[in-house]
């Protein structure tokens, strides 16, 4: 009878030094230093990881692998989205043009890293709708096409929805993360998985 009261008090004691454990582990993300809540972005499905980001920025463009293998690591069951962000700068805008029209011509894994290239390490970021137009040209698409998306309606309606979700996501500065339309991430973490670990937290908060 001894010998089970000392196994059960072995036992107690042990549960009782596992338990801080188990809810430091469940507490590994705070509120406000890791992430914050935003007003949101109306998204059309979750769980969605999206990352807000300017071909014209640097760190954006150096940061692009651990987000390409971000998305990868997230698999099929979390939607991985972009938003490039105007910031009211002309060049920076003509690089939102740059990702509608990759969209729009469903060309966006053939071009995507070859415009950060264009930009970072061969003519500099685009000045001009023409040389917009003629990188596109240089990709394989017909010129008459991609003057007419870049005139289109949809083209503006596409500009004002980047600008308006970089508003309601309270973004200030590129590249950044949004998790479901209402979680801002401010800590990633220093590799894809430490960020996949965090998204997946995000995702299992509760409404």
Known sequence: MKLLIKAFNHLFIVAMLWLPLQIAAANTYVEGVDYVKIAGIPESKTPVVREFFSYNCGH???????????AHLLGDDVSFERTPVGAGRTSWILSQEAYYLAQKFS???????NIFSRIHEKEGAFTRPEQLKDFFVSQGLDGKDVEAAMNSADAK????????????????????????GKYLVKNPGKTPEDLVKLVKYLNNLPE
């Open 157 to 180: 309606l596409a500009l004002m929805n980047y600008d308006t979700q970089a508003q309601l996501a309270e973004i200030r500065g590129v590249p950044s993360i949004v998790v479901n």
């Open 107 to 113: 060309v966006t894994k053939q071009v995507h890293g």
């Open 60 to 70: 954006c463009y150096r940061q692009d692998p651990f987000f390409e293998q971000t």
